[in-house]
């Protein structure tokens, strides 16, 4: 029997990523989406109408915005969109499943060959590997089929909840292109980026918004021969950390099984396994045999998607700059720490406030600090995001032109901010807010002088220590001035002052 | 003449279709089907290669909604027609498997 | 006046002007249902409460519009937020719905009052209405023949009086059909003219409510009030509603019949045949030109349709499982014990046989050969249609080879009981409208049993094709007569 020593292995990894859209409304009726924020808490069973439930006579309406979601995601994957597109229904039963078929697209898939220049690990600087992809295409989502009752109460039935059912649900099938979990993995978390950031998910993983599905298998080399084990498919996977877990597992199942048995992918015979968490391993679903016959027609309830010009560049006209080359651009261009860029891009609308602030004029550094200091410091107060502080990037601009002609000190600055992020101050001009609450430094060289002089003559013990070497006294003389001025002088010219002064 | 089914292929496509058969039933499904299958095989005489399918009776193209939401019915209607229920769920029977076929 | 023993419109300017009250009219078709429908069981469920509030309302001033106060009986295919909407089976004997049937609500909207609802073929399967789990309709004309199906129910209860004008759905021919055994007007719209929202779909492609009237004007004002485009709908079509009834009287100056040999078989009832040599003659009479056309694939559409529309409906009836609503079974062992069972005790054969023909054409190995190649003669239907429709504006023919059969006479052989919609079936393919009128009746053993004849025409055509079936309607001179109850 071989060993793991004598053979070469190489894993094969394909993705098929679901993307729930958070439309407000559901993908083919009108009824409230849970993938939407507004949405996220709706009690069970709470957002469903006639045509969720699959009640008799009932049909389905599509969503517009979830298709040109689709579309937006398909053109920043590098796809051809179709220009003619259909709806097919497949059919199998299960509770979640109220028709007992899901509306979704076989053979004209909405987009298709695609490729995204992916990175190889979440390194900065790594390197990136094409990841063709094969198409997307949209469908709704199931609903829940719960074990156990809300709590975790044991009980010895099972209950349907149709919440997610009718959910716009965005499938990506990408080739066989991945060699390792850390690829998998960070292509994961740029498809995630890149959505987001085009507003098309919250992508919250613990609520389901992307899950996974790698396909997996291994192709050993021993003896000169090639030998390609059976493919796996992993179900549902929704944290990043059970999608490497699964994919390293899988792998070395796979040559341990092959050393073990021999057995090598036939044409079809793919099987289904789950991961289990707390073994941290994969469990065997279905073998192939026992697959669905889902029965693909044209859906005659539901006409065809023509996608002309006009609406193709309309679409186009809403594509953004994607995560990945921001933070090139961030990093190279603009000078920012890898951390700056990534915490910055995280949020996709506080990052495009950060571009309106760049915008109205203020520099990178300055802007950057602002906005992952001071708006962040209040962001995280109001639990809510820095562009829904309600500052306007324009009074950004105005805090910072004065920040840089040494008008107010850092904490003044910071108290400007938090004005300008009240609600009353909506609009106002922090100049005058300034001067209003007397952030304005005093920068007049004869009153500094004189409040330098005074403080100097009346402390002429400290002023001797200074001579005398220990410079740190200075700070106190400052505090001096400071209360002269009632804290309104320059703190950064009153010291280099009184250092010229007393240090020459 | 040979049947255009057999007992095992209606067995097969009656669990496709989730629908109990006793095999009595099985027996005339067989028998029925058959002769309509041999009926509709009429349809072999036509030359239709170079033929569009047609699956809708008008040619239509985006029919599409604008994404505004409506409530959703209260509770009380969800279940309404429900046989089996515990608030605000769906009752079925315990299910021990993967979970469906999406 | 008797408000049961006119006409729709007559009825509704009577109550308009007031020499009968919605109240006496309604009341009056209550009693006759309470003594005419037992025998015959075209009502499932009467609405008798809510038929004399809204009476009440009408007679008050409150509820006006074109149809103000004029019964209607729908067929229980039709949701409706009140009663309940069974499709004659026992799968849904208890469901209500909680949203309505867009075509039922616009002719309520227009004033019209719900009688009840009608017995079909359960879930509109059947060419008969011996399919009705709560027992088949009898034809008022002779109580041991079949009303058609499947919209046996709605027919029958215009022929007796029970309404004033009723709702069918024709899939295959179920309004039409009915129409020709009863000796009524019955018209399946355009695909996509009148909206399906609420209707239980059967074969989605090619369903379509339409009505049951005595007359062509009836009918006229009926399809002005139910069409239109619908949101709900993503096949209902946003075309203008033109003025059917204003349009009836437009003169038919230079219009071409076709006539298809394919459609003149020898099958035909010698009473069926001379009808339509009488009503060529009528519009010979009136100016308009006869012309020969060929419809060569017409043989196809037994076949065709049986494929294409039980594939559709296995899919669309996959939804009835007995979890969210419908019946289902007691003390199920698992999951698929909870379907099989289910669907086995709330189906009836006729349905599970469609079922089981419509998985199998879809499944796996088998959608080529069958369903695919069913598409494609369809496409072969229609271009017939389209040929056809160059040379003339509108097709006649019979709507069945001969008058109402007996009960049990088709139901040992499905196959023969699918023959009986050979002259139907092709318009739902293509999505063309057709209407039958009265064209005359047979006797059979001292009977008198209505026969019909079909017009077909071209898409959206519906407002030509009621002037067309008015020249039958004058010529056969039927509408007037009714059955001895």
Not at chain 1, 328 to 339: A, P
Not at chain 1, 454 to 463: L, Y
């Amino acid at each position: 029997m071989p060993t793991a020593a004598d053979i070469k292995a190489r894993l094969m990894v394909g993705m098929e990523i679901h993307v729930e859209l958070a439309t407000r409304s559901k993908m083919f009726t009108s009824a409230p989406n849970v993938a939407h924020p507004d949405y996220f808490d709706a009690e069970p069973n709470s957002l469903c109408d006639p045509v969720v439930l699959g009640m008799p006579g009932v049909l389905p309406v599509m969503n517009r915005r979830a298709v040109e979601m689709s579309m937006l995601v398909g053109l920043a994957l590098g796809c051809t969109i179709n220009r003619k597109t259909k709806w097919d229904r497949k059919s199998y039963y299960y509770p979640d499943l109220p028709k007992n078929y899901q509306i979704s697209q076989y053979d004209q898939p909405l987009c298709i060959d695609g490729s995204v220049e992916s990175p190889v690990s979440d390194q900065p600087g790594a390197a990136t590997r094409t990841i063709r992809i094969i198409r997307a295409h949209l469908e709704e989502d199931a609903g829940k089929l719960l074990h156990e009752a809300p709590g975790g109460f044991a009980i010895d039935y099972s209950i349907v909840d149709l919440n997610r059912a009718g959910t716009p649900l965005l499938e990506i099938v990408t080739h066989p292109d991945f060699d390792s979990a850390e690829q998998v993995v960070a292509f994961g978390q740029a498809l995630r980026n890149i959505c987001r950031f085009l507003g098309v998910t919250e992508g919250i993983m613990q609520k389901g918004h992307m899950r996974f599905e790698p396909n997996i298998n291994v192709v050993i080399e021993r003896d000169g021969k090639t030998y390609k084990t059976p493919i796996v498919e992993i179900k549902n996977l929704n944290s990043f950390k059970a999608l490497h877990g699964a994919v390293n597992y899988e792998y070395q199942r796979q040559i341990d099984e092959w050393l073990e048995t021999g057995v090598v992918m036939k044409a079809g015979a793919k099987s289904t396994r789950g991961w289990d968490d707390t073994t941290g391993s994969t469990f065997l679903q279905r073998e192939k045999e026992e697959a669905h016959d889902y029965r693909y027609f044209p859906d005659p309830d539901l006409v065809h998607v023509v996608v002309d010009d006009a609406w193709m560049a309309r679409v186009k006209a809403q594509l953004l700059e994607l995560p990945l080359a921001r933070e090139k651009r961030y990093i190279e261009t603009l000078g920012m720490s890898v951390k700056d860029a990534r915490a910055l891009i995280d949020e996709p609308r506080a990052c495009l406030f950060f571009e309106a602030v760049l915008a109205a004029g203020v520099d990178a550094k300055r802007a950057s600090s602002i906005m992952l200091n001071n708006l962040a410091k209040r962001a995280n107060e109001r639990a809510c995001r820095v562009d829904e502080l309600g500052i306007s990037a324009s009074q950004v601009k105005a805090i910072a032109d004065l920040s840089a002609a040494d008008k107010i000190g850092s904490a003044a600055a910071d108290d400007l901010i938090g004005l300008c992020c009240e609600s009353a101050n909506k609009d106002a001009d922090p100049l005058k807010l300034a001067e209003q609450r007397g952030l304005l430094q005093v920068s007049d060289d004869s009153a500094l002088d004189e409040w330098v002089q005074q403080v100097i003559a009346q402390n002429e013990k400290v002023v001797a220590q200074i001579k005398a070497g220990k410079e740190s006294a200075i700070m106190s003389l400052m505090g001096g001035v400071m209360k002269l001025s009632k804290g309104k002088a320059n703190a950064k010219v009153v010291q280099e002052k009184l250092r010229k002064a007393l240090l020459g | 003449m040979p049947q255009k089914l057999t007992e095992q292929e209606v067995r097969h496509v009656a669990k496709l279709g989730r629908l109990r058969l006793g095999d009595h039933e099985v027996r005339q499904m067989t028998d029925k089907l058959s002769a309509v299958l041999d009926y509709v095989s009429k349809l072999n005489e036509l030359d239709v290669s170079n033929v569009e399918p047609m699956a809708h009776a008008m040619d239509m193209a985006n029919v599409l909604r604008d994404d505004v939401e409506r409530p959703g019915l209260s509770i009380d209607l969800v279940l309404a027609n429900a046989p089996e229920q515990s608030p605000p769920f769906i009752k079925v029977p315990k299910v021990i498997d993967d979970g469906g076929g999406a | 006046m008797d408000p049961t023993q006119t006409t729709l419109i007559g009825l509704r300017d009577a109550i308009a002007a007031r020499k009968v009250s919605a109240t006496e009219t309604v009341k009056a078709y209550l009693h006759r249902i309470d003594r005419y429908n037992p025998p015959i069981n075209a009502y499932h469920e009467v609405y008798d409460d809510l038929a004399l509030k809204r009476a009440a309302d009408v007679d008050a001033g409150n509820i006006k519009g074109p149809l103000a106060g004029v019964p209607i009986a729908a067929k229980d295919n039709m949701c409706t937020s009140y009663g309940r909407t069974t499709c004659s089976s026992r799968m849904l004997e208890n469901f209500r719905a909680p949203y309505d049937c867009t075509a039922v609500k616009k002719l309520e909207d227009a004033g019209a009052i719900i009688l009840g609802k009608t017995i079909l073929d359960e879930f509109a399967m059947g060419s008969s209405t011996e399919n009705s789990a709560f027992g088949p309709t009898r034809n008022p004309w002779d109580r041991d023949r079949v009303p058609g199906g499947s919209s046996g129910g709605s027919a029958a209860a215009l022929a007796a009086d029970l309404c004033a004008g009723s709702l069918g759905s024709d899939t295959g021919g179920s309004i039409r059909q009915p129409a020709a055994l009863c000796g009524l007007v019955g018209l399946k719209p355009t695909y996509g003219r009148v909206s399906r929202y609420g209707l239980v779909a059967f074969a989605s492609s090619l369903d379509q409510i339409g009505p049951f009237t005595r007359t062509v004007a009836d009918s006229a004002l009926l399809l002005q009030v139910m069409s239109g485009h619908d949101p709900l709908d993503s096949t209902s079509a946003d075309i203008p509603v033109p003025d059917y009834v204003g349009e009836l009287n437009q003169p038919l100056t230079g219009v071409r019949i076709g006539l298809a040999k394919q459609y003149l078989s020898d099958a035909n009832d010698p009473v069926v045949a001379k009808a339509i040599d009488d009503a060529v003659a009528a519009f010979k009479k009136r100016g308009a030109t006869i012309v020969e056309v060929d419809l060569p694939h017409t043989q196809y559409g037994i076949p065709t349709y049986y494929i294409v529309a039980t594939a559709e409906a296995s899919s669309n009836l996959a939804r009835y499982d007995g979890v969210r609503y419908g019946h289902r079974t007691e003390h199920p062992e698992d999951l698929i014990d909870l379907y099989s069972r289910s669907r086995a005790e709330g189906f009836g054969p006729e349905v599970k046989r469609r079922i089981m023909l419509g998985t199998y054409v879809l499944s796996s190995g088998y959608y080529d050969a069958y369903y695919l190649r069913a598409l494609k003669v369809r496409r072969l239907i229609k271009g017939d249609f389209d040929k056809a429709f160059e040379k003339c504006d509108a097709v006649l023919c019979p709507t069945t080879t001969g008058p109402a059969f007996r009960f049990g006479e088709k139901t040992d052989n499905p196959l023969e009981m699918y023959l009986n919609d050979v002259y139907t079936v092709n318009a739902n393919l293509a999505g063309i409208p057709g209407v039958s009128v009265p064209g005359g009746f047979a006797t059979v053993n001292g009977t008198k049993l209505p026969i019909g004849l079909q017009l077909l025409g071209k898409v959206f055509d519906e407002s030509r094709l009621l002037r067309l079936a008015a020249v039958i309607e004058a010529e056969a001179g039927c509408s007037a007569q009714r059955p001895k109850l």
